[in-house]
């Protein structure tokens, strides 16, 4: 079964540039996230999908990310225009979470898209 | 709001000893899961091992196995038998009502040969 898929792996942008990553997830996954992770800290909540609709955004800075799941399958989180502190790693992860019986937990991630801003 | 709170950034341990990474964490609710996932250097972060909150006995997975205080809202993992593989940083995570996993700042766990 194939993973969390994520691209690019590395990008390297000026400040005030701006930057899209792209996940697919797991496939019949109906969850998707989108996790900043600065360097040296835990990983952080941007944004949840569930299917196509956001269920939680609320730590997402909307004033220069935006994210979407169109078709409730792969995801595209851009920022616009980066700042220095948006250097992080930018992680995605699915979950199955159709039914709560078979809830979990785990989250299923991608090997993540580090960016640099200079 | 849930936290989790790592408050060691980073322990070393010879290979073959065993090793305790502690974690505690803070909630109102009564059903959750708690997690340790690994992440080695530049590679994906990947589930360690799970607890269930409604399940007294403790989660074992071959030489991994976690110490939960429901209680004391505790949640520590140990490794036995150290190998150098196990050199990542360690997550501990909650996951409780909204299906939202909340990580604590981690710890770098280095293995010596």
């Known amino acids: 079964e194939a993973g969390v898929a994520q691209s690019p792996r590395y990008k390297i942008i000026e400040k005030r540039q701006s930057v899209a990553f792209w996940c697919n997830p797991i496939?019949?996954?109906?969850?998707l996230y989108w996790y900043q992770q600065i360097l040296g800290q835990g990983p952080k909540l941007l944004i949840q999908?569930?299917?196509?609709?956001?269920?939680?955004d609320s730590q997402l800075p909307k004033d220069r990310f935006s994210a979407e799941r169109l078709k409730g399958v792969d995801s595209t989180l851009k920022i616009q225009p980066a700042k220095l502190e948006d250097s992080a790693v930018y992680l995605c992860?699915?979950?199955?979470?159709?039914?709560?019986?078979?809830?979990?937990?785990?989250?299923?991630f991608g090997e993540g898209s580090r960016l640099t801003v200079l | 709001a849930q936290t989790v709170t790592q408050s060691q950034p980073e322990m070393s341990v010879q290979e073959a000893e065993t090793v305790t990474l502690s974690c505690t964490y803070d909630?109102?609710?009564?059903?959750?899961?708690l997690f340790w996932y690994k992440q080695p250097p530049s590679r994906q972060m990947i589930l360690v091992i799970r607890?269930?909150?409604?399940?007294?006995q403790n989660a074992t997975e071959n030489r991994f196995s976690v110490n939960f205080q429901k209680a004391a809202k505790s949640f520590s993992l140990k490794i036995s038998d150290s190998q150098l593989g196990d050199t990542a940083m360690y997550f501990c995570?909650?996951?409780?009502?909204?299906?939202?996993?909340?990580f604590g700042k981690g710890i770098t766990l280095s293995v010596r040969p």
């Open positions: 909630t109102s609710e009564n059903n959750y899961y």
């Open positions: 496939s019949g996954h109906a969850t």
């Open positions: 995570a909650f996951s409780g009502a909204n299906s939202k996993l909340t």
């Open positions: 999908f569930q299917n196509n609709g956001v269920v939680d």
């Open positions: 992860a699915s979950s199955p979470r159709t039914s709560p019986l078979l809830y979990t937990g785990e989250l299923f």
């Open positions: 607890q269930e909150a409604y399940k007294q």
